[in-house]
């Protein structure tokens, strides 16, 4: 507390939007809102996508007579960035209609934002433009992402490896006897 009674501002960490960066952040995604394609909801939302560069995209829903077929303000901002060669984010803004209530992502754009990494703030605001901050991780806590498909995915050992091939061949030979397993693959021959 200060000399005057009152408290110092707090400052927002270094990369965190503030100021007028984080004031054109929320203004963009208001008036991506203004664009939404929504006629069979009724409830436009938009976002706008701070990169790691510091470029702004922004994007509104836009549904589709096939409901399915409609996309999210949230998605349509990170393909729009995605198609421009941005991978990395910072921050993002949502803005809808939704009175006494803070927006929040579906949990589609929570997994799509997710394959960008979960150290990044999401905006979320109420119609009259107070918002709350939530980290991508707070948001969608326990995530899958690309590092959980590497683990997976990881080529088993080379010893691991030769005992597949070999039980591979000898299964394969059993129930197909023209087809022959050699160090080069499959090999269909015909019996004389």
Same mark, same amino acid.
């Given at each position: ?29 208001? @008036? ?22 510091? @470029? ?63 150290? %990044? ?15 991508? @991780? @707070? ?49 269909? %021959?015909?019996?004389?």
């Amino acid at each position: 507390m200060e000399g005057n009674g009152q408290h110092p501002a707090p400052t927002a960490p270094p990369d965190r939007p503030h100021g007028e960066r984080l004031q054109l952040l929320l203004r963009r995604s208001r @008036e991506a809102k203004n664009c939404a394609y929504c006629p069979y909801s009724r409830f436009p939302v938009g976002a706008a996508l701070l990169t790691a560069g510091g @470029e702004i995209f922004s994007g509104c829903n836009v549904e589709n007579a096939c409901y399915s077929l409609g996309v999210c303000a949230e998605r349509t901002a990170i393909q729009k960035a995605i198609s421009e060669g941005h991978t990395s984010f910072r921050a993002m803004a949502i803005a809808s209609d939704m009175g006494d209530h803070f927006i929040t992502p579906c949990g589609a754009c929570r997994q799509v934002m997710r394959e960008f990494g979960t150290d %990044w703030d999401i905006y979320l605001t109420k119609a009259d433009g107070t918002y709350i901050v939530k980290r991508l @991780e @707070e948001l969608l806590p326990l995530s899958f992402g690309p590092e959980d498909l590497k683990k997976m995915l990881a080529p088993p050992y080379p010893r691991e490896m030769e005992k597949l091939n070999h039980r591979n061949s000898f299964l394969l030979e059993k129930k197909c006897p023209d087809i022959a397993v050699g160090e080069r693959g499959l090999h269909r %021959w015909r019996r004389v």
